[in-house]
C-alpha cells in the first residue's frame, strides 16, 4: 500500500481472545526511496467485548476505574481501588491532598483504621515507562463516633454523710454520627469507687451511692469515669478523671485518752494544788472547727473540793479528812465541741486523798493479864493487845505493827505484828518462872511512825504432869479354866510429888483395885488366846489448882496353860479334785486340812485314810493326797474317799465326822485325728452346679469324746466348702476348666479339746472339661491382597484360632464354604490358591467363608468371610503375592528358625532378572534369593 506524504493509512485486523491470553502488536517499517510508515504510536487496539467498543492507544495508559470516594467512621477500615491498562508495566501512585503517599504503589490503598487525618482528597496516578495517567480524585469524609468529655477533668465537693441520692456532679460527653450530628453516650464508673457513688448512665450524674460517704474514712475520690458509644463499637471508649473532695462535718466527739483517770492529792495540800490533766483526740478529718474541745465537770464533786483549769484538776477547798470521810472522790468531766454542735463524751476521774500521820496509835486496855498452863503446846495462843489510830490507811489502825519490846525471858513468847495475837515459842516451866511481865509497843505505818505501849502479864500455871509404873510392862503365867479372883500381878505408880494414884485397866476379864492388885473375873480360856492375853493398865494423878490430870499406862502379859479339851475339825465337809488320767505315781491331788485350837501335841492333826482299795494314799502330818499307782479315765473317772483326822494329846481327840473326798479324773487329749486317706483325688465336671457333692472326707481320733470338725484351710478360692461335722466337701460356686483345670485343697481336721490337736491332709480336685467355647478367629482379618498371576498351591491366609477347651474339644479341622477358586488346609485353616485367578470372570476381588470346627460333644463351630482383593501384575512392576502377609511360630524358635516365605512375582521376570528380597529387622532374617524369613534373635511373647 503506497501513502503519500501528510496522508494516513489505517491498517485493520481482527483476532479473538480468550480468557488469559497474552497478545502484542508488531510493526515493521522500511524506508525505501519511495514510501515510509509511521511510526508505532499511531497503532491501537480496539476491545470488542464490553458493550461499547474501547480503544486503548497501544503506547499510553488506560484508567479503568477510578477511585470511588465515600464516609467512614474513625477507627473503620477504608479501601480505595484503581484499576488500568497498558501494554508495559505500570506502576500506581496515590495521593493525599496532592501531597504522595509514600509506599502506596498497589491498586489499593488501605485505611485499616480511620482517624480524622485522614480526612480528604485521594488520587491515584497510574505510570508506565511510555505514559502517565492522572487519575480522577475522590473524597474521603470521617466522623468520630469516639465519645468526647466537654471537659478534659472534673473537681467537685460534697459534705460527709450526705443522704443517698444527692447530687455530687454532673459529668457530659457526645459521639458524632455519619451526618456529623450527635448522639447519647452511656457512662460508667470505672475505678476509685468504693460503693460510695452512683452514676446515671444515661445522664452521667454522679450521687451518693449505696455506701455512706465518711471523711475520716476517706478525704477524697478519684474516680475514672468512662463514656461508651453503643451504636459503634469500633473505636475504644473515653476516660476522664473525676475528684471528689469530702467536706467534714462535726460528727465525731472528742474521744479522752485514756477513758478514765486517777490522781491522788495530800489531805494537807493547798487550795490551787494541781492533781491531774485530761486529754482528748477528735477522730473529724479536718483541722477546723469541728475539732475544738472544751471541758466542765458535769458530775460527781459532791463535797465541792475540787475545779478544772482548762483540762487541768486543781484543789479548791481543803482536803483534811479523817477516816470517816470517803478517801476517794469521784468526778466527771464531759469534753464538747464550743463551736459546733454535736456529740460529747464524758470520762471518770477518781481522786485518793491521801492521809497525814497526825495521831498516834491508843491500846484499848492500859495492861493485860493472861493465865497459861505450863504444858501448852508450842505456838499456842495466849491472848491478843488491840489498838486504834485516827488516822487513815497505813498511818491508821490498819498500819499499826506490834513488837515485845521488853520482858520476854528466854523468848518464851512471839507476838503478831498485824494481829497483836501472843503465843508462846518455847515450852513453859511454873517451878522455874511462874510470871512474866511483857512490854509491848505498837507502832503506825507512818513515816517518821508514831508509837505506843502496854503491859502484858502472863501467868504460867502449875499443871499434873508426870507420872510412872515401876514396871512395864508387868508378866504373870495362869491355868486355863480356873474359877475367878485369881490373884495374877501387882502393879503400881507414882508422880514427881509421890499424889495417890487411881488404877483402870480395859480387860473386862480382870479386875484391879486401888492398891493395884489384878485378879481374873472368871474363867480363862487358853484356845481362844493362843497361849497369851495382855491388856493396859492406866493410873491417874490429879492436881486441883489446874484441875488437871496426868496418867500412864503400863501393859500386863498373862501366859495361859493349855488343857487338851478341843477335838480337830475339817476347815469343810468335802472336798472335790480333778486331775489328768496322765497324772505320775507320787503326783498331788489334793489336801484336806482340819485344826484343832488346842496348843503344841493337844493341837497337832494327824491325818487317816479310811477308805481302801484305791490308788491313793494321805500323808498324816499334811493330809496331802498323792497317787500311787498310775489312773486311766476309760478305766475309772470318779473316786470318793473317807479319811479321818485326830489330835496327839493325851487321851487324843477324834474329828466328830469324817471329810468327804471326791476325786475326778479327767481325759487328755493325747492322740491326733488320723484321716482315713492321706490323699483324697476326685474328679468334678467343671459344669457342675452348687451343692453338687465332690468327696466325702473322714477322720477318727482314739481320744473319748473328742468332737471332730473340719475345715478347708486353703486352695478353695471359695470355689468349695466342706461340712464341718460330716466333712462332706460340696461346690460353692461355679468353676470353670478353661480358667483352672484342678484345685489342691487343704482340709484341717481339729479336735473338741482346748487346745485341740489337728491334723491335715490334701484334696485333689480334676476338673473335667465341657465342650462350653467355640473357635475363635484372632484377631479377624476382613482382606488380604494378592496379585492375579499367583500359581495354584500359594498360600492366601492363614488364620490364627483358638478354642479355650481342652483335648478332643479344642481339636480343630476347617472348612471352605463353597468357592472353587480356593481350598482350605483342614490342620491349620490356610486358604491356599486352587485355580487359577487371571481367568475371564474372575474380577477383581473374590470372597471365601472359612469355617472352623471342634471335635467336642457336640461339636461347636465358627466362621468368618475373608475378602481377597486381586491385584493385576503388569511390567517391570513387583508384587507380594500375599499382602498382609501372616506368620505364626512359637515364642522358644531359635535363632535360624524359618518362620515363613512371602513370594513376590513380576509379569515379566524374564526382562526383569532374578528378585532380590531384604527386610528391615533385628529380630528377624530374610534370604536375599528364596525369601525365607528365619529367626534371628531370642523372643518373648509377654514382652512384644
Given at each position: 500500500?503506497?501513502?503519500y506524504?501528510?496522508?494516513?493509512?489505517?491498517i485493520?485486523?481482527?483476532?479473538?481472545l480468550?480468557r488469559f491470553?497474552?497478545v502484542?502488536?508488531?510493526?515493521w517499517?522500511q524506508?525505501?526511496?519511495n514510501?515510509?510508515v509511521?511510526a508505532?504510536?499511531?497503532?491501537?487496539?480496539?476491545?470488542?467485548g464490553?458493550s461499547?467498543?474501547?480503544?486503548?492507544?497501544?503506547t499510553?495508559v488506560?484508567?479503568?476505574?477510578?477511585?470511588q470516594g465515600?464516609?467512614?467512621a474513625a477507627?473503620?477500615r477504608?479501601?480505595?481501588t484503581?484499576?488500568?491498562?497498558?501494554l508495559y508495566?505500570i506502576?500506581?501512585?496515590?495521593?493525599?491532598n496532592?501531597?504522595?503517599i509514600?509506599?502506596?504503589n498497589m491498586?489499593?490503598y488501605?485505611?485499616t483504621?480511620a482517624t480524622?487525618?485522614?480526612?480528604g482528597?485521594?488520587?491515584c496516578d497510574?505510570?508506565s515507562?511510555?505514559?502517565?495517567?492522572r487519575?480522577a480524585s475522590a473524597?474521603?469524609?470521617v466522623w468520630n463516633?469516639q465519645p468526647?468529655?466537654?471537659?478534659t477533668?472534673?473537681?467537685?465537693?460534697?459534705?460527709e454523710?450526705v443522704a443517698k441520692g444527692?447530687k455530687v456532679i454532673?459529668v457530659?460527653?457526645?459521639?458524632?454520627?455519619?451526618?456529623?450530628k450527635y448522639?447519647?453516650?452511656?457512662?460508667?464508673i470505672?475505678?476509685?469507687?468504693?460503693n460510695?457513688f452512683?452514676?446515671?448512665?444515661t445522664t452521667g450524674?454522679?450521687t451518693?451511692?449505696?455506701r455512706?460517704?465518711?471523711?475520716?474514712?476517706?478525704?477524697?475520690?478519684?474516680l475514672i469515669?468512662?463514656?461508651?458509644?453503643?451504636?459503634?463499637?469500633?473505636?475504644?471508649?473515653?476516660?476522664?478523671?473525676?475528684?471528689v473532695?469530702?467536706?467534714?462535718?462535726n460528727d465525731?466527739p472528742?474521744?479522752?485518752?485514756?477513758?478514765s483517770?486517777?490522781?491522788?492529792?495530800?489531805?494537807?495540800?493547798?487550795?490551787g494544788?494541781?492533781?491531774?490533766?485530761?486529754t482528748?483526740?477528735?477522730s473529724?478529718c479536718?483541722?477546723?472547727?469541728?475539732k475544738?474541745?472544751?471541758?466542765?465537770?458535769?458530775?460527781?464533786?459532791?463535797?465541792n473540793?475540787?475545779?478544772?483549769?482548762?483540762?487541768?484538776?486543781v484543789?479548791?477547798?481543803s482536803l483534811?479528812?479523817?477516816?470517816?470521810?470517803?478517801i476517794t472522790?469521784?468526778?466527771w468531766?464531759?469534753?464538747?465541741?464550743?463551736?459546733?454542735?454535736?456529740?460529747n463524751?464524758?470520762?471518770k476521774?477518781?481522786v485518793?486523798i491521801l492521809?497525814?500521820n497526825?495521831?498516834?496509835p491508843i491500846?484499848?486496855?492500859?495492861s493485860y493479864t493472861?493465865?497459861?498452863?505450863?504444858?501448852?503446846?508450842v505456838?499456842t495462843r495466849?491472848?491478843q493487845?488491840k489498838a486504834r489510830?485516827?488516822?487513815?490507811?497505813?498511818?491508821?489502825t490498819?498500819?499499826?505493827?506490834?513488837?515485845i519490846?521488853s520482858?520476854n525471858?528466854?523468848?518464851?513468847?512471839?507476838?503478831?505484828?498485824?494481829?497483836?495475837?501472843?503465843r508462846?515459842v518455847?515450852?513453859?516451866?511454873?517451878?522455874?518462872?511462874?510470871?512474866?511481865?511483857?512490854t509491848i509497843?505498837?507502832a503506825d505505818?507512818g513515816?517518821?511512825?508514831m508509837?505506843n505501849?502496854?503491859t502484858?502479864?502472863?501467868?504460867?500455871v502449875?499443871?499434873?504432869?508426870?507420872?510412872?509404873f515401876?514396871?512395864?510392862p508387868?508378866?504373870?503365867?495362869t491355868?486355863?479354866?480356873?474359877?475367878?479372883?485369881?490373884?495374877?500381878?501387882?502393879?503400881a505408880?507414882t508422880?514427881?510429888d509421890h499424889?495417890?494414884a487411881n488404877?483402870?485397866?480395859?480387860d473386862?476379864?480382870?479386875?484391879?483395885d486401888d492398891?493395884?492388885?489384878v485378879v481374873?473375873?472368871?474363867?480363862l480360856?487358853?484356845?481362844?488366846?493362843?497361849?497369851q492375853?495382855?491388856?493396859?493398865?492406866t493410873a491417874h494423878?490429879?492436881?486441883?489448882?489446874s484441875?488437871?490430870t496426868a496418867?500412864c499406862t503400863?501393859?500386863?502379859i498373862?501366859y495361859?496353860?493349855?488343857v487338851?479339851?478341843?477335838?480337830?475339825q475339817?476347815t469343810k465337809?468335802?472336798?472335790a479334785?480333778?486331775?489328768?488320767?496322765t497324772?505320775p505315781?507320787?503326783?498331788n491331788?489334793g489336801?484336806?486340812?482340819?485344826?484343832d485350837?488346842?496348843?503344841?501335841?493337844n493341837g497337832?492333826?494327824?491325818?487317816?485314810?479310811v477308805?481302801?482299795?484305791t490308788p491313793?494314799?494321805?500323808?498324816?502330818?499334811t493330809?496331802?493326797?498323792?497317787?500311787k499307782?498310775?489312773l486311766?479315765?476309760?478305766?475309772q473317772?470318779?473316786?470318793?474317799?473317807?479319811i479321818?483326822?485326830m489330835?496327839?494329846?493325851t487321851p487324843p481327840r477324834?474329828?466328830p465326822t469324817?471329810?468327804?473326798?471326791t476325786?475326778?479324773?479327767w481325759?487328755v487329749n493325747?492322740?491326733?485325728p488320723?484321716?482315713?486317706?492321706?490323699?483324697?483325688?476326685?474328679?468334678?465336671?467343671e459344669?457342675?452346679?452348687?451343692?453338687?457333692?465332690?468327696?466325702?472326707i473322714s477322720a477318727s481320733?482314739l481320744?473319748?469324746g473328742s468332737g471332730?470338725k473340719?475345715?478347708i484351710m486353703?486352695?478353695s478360692d471359695?470355689k468349695f466348702?466342706?461340712?464341718?461335722?460330716t466333712?462332706?466337701?460340696?461346690?460353692?460356686?461355679?468353676?470353670?476348666y478353661e480358667?483352672?483345670?484342678g484345685?489342691?485343697l487343704v482340709?484341717?481336721?481339729?479336735d473338741?479339746?482346748?487346745?485341740?490337736?489337728?491334723n491335715?491332709?490334701?484334696v485333689?480336685?480334676?476338673?473335667?472339661d465341657?465342650n462350653d467355647?467355640a473357635?475363635v478367629f484372632?484377631?479377624v482379618?476382613?482382606s488380604?491382597?494378592a496379585?492375579?498371576i499367583?500359581?495354584i498351591?500359594t498360600?492366601?491366609y492363614?488364620?490364627?484360632?483358638?478354642?479355650?477347651?481342652?483335648?478332643s474339644?479344642?481339636?480343630?479341622s476347617?472348612s471352605?464354604?463353597s468357592?472353587?477358586?480356593f481350598n482350605?488346609s483342614?490342620?491349620?485353616?490356610?486358604i491356599?490358591?486352587?485355580q487359577?485367578?487371571?481367568g475371564?470372570?474372575?474380577?477383581?476381588?473374590?470372597q471365601?467363608?472359612l469355617?472352623a470346627?471342634?471335635q467336642?460333644?457336640?461339636?461347636?463351630q465358627t466362621?468368618f468371610?475373608?475378602?481377597i482383593n486381586?491385584?493385576?501384575?503388569s511390567?517391570?512392576t513387583c508384587?507380594f503375592?500375599i499382602?498382609?502377609f501372616r506368620?505364626?511360630?512359637p515364642e522358644?524358635a531359635?535363632?535360624?528358625?524359618p518362620i515363613?516365605r512371602?513370594?513376590?512375582?513380576?509379569?515379566?521376570?524374564?526382562?526383569s532378572g532374578?528378585i532380590?528380597y531384604?527386610?528391615?529387622?533385628s529380630?528377624?532374617?530374610?534370604?536375599s534369593?528364596?525369601?525365607?524369613?528365619?529367626?534371628?534373635?531370642?523372643?518373648d511373647?509377654?514382652?512384644s
Amino acid at each position: 500500500i503506497k501513502a503519500y506524504s501528510s496522508n494516513t493509512l489505517s491498517i485493520s485486523g481482527m483476532v479473538r481472545l480468550q480468557r488469559f491470553d497474552k497478545v502484542r502488536l508488531y510493526v515493521w517499517s522500511q524506508s525505501g526511496v519511495n514510501w515510509v510508515v509511521d511510526a508505532e504510536s499511531s497503532l491501537s487496539i480496539v476491545f470488542m467485548g464490553g458493550s461499547e467498543p474501547t480503544r486503548c492507544p497501544l503506547t499510553g495508559v488506560t484508567i479503568l476505574q477510578h477511585p470511588q470516594g465515600g464516609s467512614v467512621a474513625a477507627c473503620d477500615r477504608f479501601t480505595f481501588t484503581s484499576l488500568a491498562s497498558s501494554l508495559y508495566d505500570i506502576t500506581y501512585k496515590w495521593y493525599f491532598n496532592n501531597r504522595l503517599i509514600v509506599g502506596a504503589n498497589m491498586s489499593q490503598y488501605n485505611i485499616t483504621s480511620a482517624t480524622l487525618a485522614n480526612k480528604g482528597w485521594y488520587r491515584c496516578d497510574v505510570v508506565s515507562n511510555k505514559d502517565t495517567a492522572r487519575g480522577a480524585s475522590a473524597y474521603l469524609d470521617v466522623w468520630n463516633p469516639q465519645p468526647k468529655f466537654t471537659k478534659t477533668s472534673y473537681t467537685s465537693k460534697v459534705f460527709e454523710r450526705v443522704a443517698k441520692g444527692t447530687k455530687v456532679i454532673q459529668v457530659s460527653a457526645r459521639a458524632e454520627t455519619s451526618a456529623h450530628k450527635y448522639q447519647p453516650v452511656k457512662y460508667y464508673i470505672m475505678q476509685g469507687n468504693d460503693n460510695s457513688f452512683a452514676i446515671n448512665m444515661t445522664t452521667g450524674a454522679i450521687t451518693r451511692g449505696n455506701r455512706n460517704i465518711d471523711c475520716e474514712r476517706q478525704m477524697k475520690y478519684t474516680l475514672i469515669v468512662q463514656a461508651r458509644n453503643p451504636a459503634s463499637n469500633k473505636c475504644p471508649p473515653t476516660n476522664v478523671t473525676v475528684t471528689v473532695n469530702i467536706l467534714d462535718v462535726n460528727d465525731r466527739p472528742p474521744i479522752f485518752v485514756p477513758t478514765s483517770y486517777s490522781g491522788q492529792v495530800g489531805e494537807d495540800a493547798v487550795i490551787g494544788t494541781t492533781i491531774l490533766s485530761v486529754t482528748t483526740t477528735d477522730s473529724d478529718c479536718s483541722n477546723g472547727p469541728t475539732k475544738k474541745v472544751a471541758f466542765v465537770i458535769s458530775g460527781g464533786n459532791k463535797n465541792n473540793l475540787f475545779a478544772l483549769k482548762s483540762n487541768t484538776v486543781v484543789t479548791r477547798a481543803s482536803l483534811k479528812r479523817t477516816c470517816f470521810r470517803p478517801i476517794t472522790e469521784i468526778l466527771w468531766v464531759k469534753a464538747y465541741n464550743p463551736v459546733l454542735a454535736g456529740a460529747n463524751k464524758t470520762a471518770k476521774i477518781t481522786v485518793s486523798i491521801l492521809d497525814t500521820n497526825d495521831n498516834a496509835p491508843i491500846f484499848l486496855q492500859p495492861s493485860y493479864t493472861f493465865d497459861v498452863l505450863e504444858t501448852v503446846k508450842v505456838n499456842t495462843r495466849v491472848g491478843q493487845v488491840k489498838a486504834r489510830d485516827n488516822d487513815c490507811g497505813t498511818n491508821g489502825t490498819s498500819g499499826i505493827k506490834y513488837s515485845i519490846t521488853s520482858g520476854n525471858i528466854n523468848s518464851a513468847f512471839k507476838i503478831d505484828p498485824k494481829w497483836g495475837v501472843l503465843r508462846t515459842v518455847n515450852t513453859l516451866d511454873h517451878h522455874t518462872t511462874p510470871v512474866y511481865t511483857l512490854t509491848i509497843t505498837g507502832a503506825d505505818g507512818g513515816n517518821p511512825p508514831m508509837t505506843n505501849t502496854t503491859t502484858v502479864t502472863i501467868n504460867a500455871v502449875d499443871v499434873a504432869k508426870t507420872c510412872v509404873f515401876f514396871l512395864n510392862p508387868y508378866t504373870a503365867q495362869t491355868v486355863e479354866n480356873l474359877p475367878a479372883g485369881v490373884t495374877i500381878a501387882n502393879v503400881a505408880a507414882t508422880d514427881r510429888d509421890h499424889d495417890p494414884a487411881n488404877y483402870t485397866l480395859t480387860d473386862p476379864r480382870f479386875d484391879v483395885d486401888d492398891q493395884g492388885l489384878v485378879v481374873t473375873t472368871g474363867p480363862l480360856d487358853r484356845d481362844t488366846t493362843n497361849g497369851q492375853t495382855s491388856f493396859t493398865v492406866t493410873a491417874h494423878m490429879y492436881k486441883a489448882e489446874s484441875n488437871t490430870t496426868a496418867s500412864c499406862t503400863a501393859t500386863v502379859i498373862v501366859y495361859i496353860d493349855d488343857v487338851n479339851d478341843n477335838s480337830p475339825q475339817f476347815t469343810k465337809p468335802t472336798y472335790a479334785f480333778s486331775v489328768p488320767e496322765t497324772l505320775p505315781i507320787g503326783g498331788n491331788v489334793g489336801q484336806v486340812t482340819a485344826t484343832d485350837i488346842d496348843f503344841g501335841l493337844n493341837g497337832t492333826v494327824s491325818y487317816t485314810l479310811v477308805t481302801g482299795g484305791t490308788p491313793f494314799s494321805v500323808q498324816d502330818s499334811t493330809g496331802l493326797i498323792e497317787t500311787k499307782s498310775m489312773l486311766d479315765y476309760r478305766t475309772q473317772s470318779r473316786y470318793n474317799l473317807k479319811i479321818q483326822a485326830m489330835d496327839l494329846g493325851t487321851p487324843p481327840r477324834f474329828s466328830p465326822t469324817e471329810a468327804t473326798v471326791t476325786i475326778n479324773v479327767w481325759n487328755v487329749n493325747l492322740h491326733y485325728p488320723q484321716f482315713s486317706q492321706l490323699i483324697y483325688t476326685a474328679y468334678l465336671m467343671e459344669n457342675a452346679v452348687k451343692g453338687t457333692n465332690v468327696v466325702n472326707i473322714s477322720a477318727s481320733d482314739l481320744d473319748a469324746g473328742s468332737g471332730l470338725k473340719y475345715r478347708i484351710m486353703h486352695g478353695s478360692d471359695g470355689k468349695f466348702v466342706i461340712d464341718p461335722i460330716t466333712g462332706a466337701i460340696s461346690v460353692n460356686a461355679s468353676v470353670d476348666y478353661e480358667m483352672q483345670r484342678g484345685y489342691e485343697l487343704v482340709v484341717n481336721c481339729t479336735d473338741g479339746y482346748n487346745p485341740g490337736l489337728s491334723n491335715v491332709t490334701f484334696v485333689y480336685v480334676n476338673l473335667i472339661d465341657v465342650n462350653d467355647n467355640a473357635p475363635v478367629f484372632v484377631p479377624v482379618v476382613d482382606s488380604v491382597t494378592a496379585i492375579n498371576i499367583a500359581p495354584i498351591g500359594t498360600v492366601v491366609y492363614s488364620p490364627v484360632v483358638t478354642d479355650a477347651d481342652a483335648g478332643s474339644n479344642a481339636a480343630l479341622s476347617f472348612s471352605v464354604v463353597s468357592n472353587p477358586y480356593f481350598n482350605v488346609s483342614t490342620a491349620n485353616g490356610s486358604i491356599i490358591i486352587a485355580q487359577d485367578l487371571n481367568g475371564p470372570g474372575v474380577g477383581t476381588s473374590l470372597q471365601v467363608t472359612l469355617m472352623a470346627r471342634d471335635q467336642g460333644t457336640p461339636p461347636m463351630q465358627t466362621s468368618f468371610t475373608l475378602t481377597i482383593n486381586l491385584k493385576p501384575a503388569s511390567g517391570l512392576t513387583c508384587s507380594f503375592a500375599i499382602s498382609p502377609f501372616r506368620a505364626v511360630f512359637p515364642e522358644n524358635a531359635l535363632p535360624g528358625t524359618p518362620i515363613a516365605r512371602p513370594q513376590a512375582y513380576m509379569a515379566e521376570i524374564a526382562q526383569s532378572g532374578d528378585i532380590r528380597y531384604s527386610l528391615q529387622s533385628s529380630k528377624f532374617s530374610i534370604d536375599s534369593r528364596s525369601g525365607i524369613i528365619s529367626v534371628a534373635a531370642s523372643l518373648d511373647r509377654e514382652s512384644s
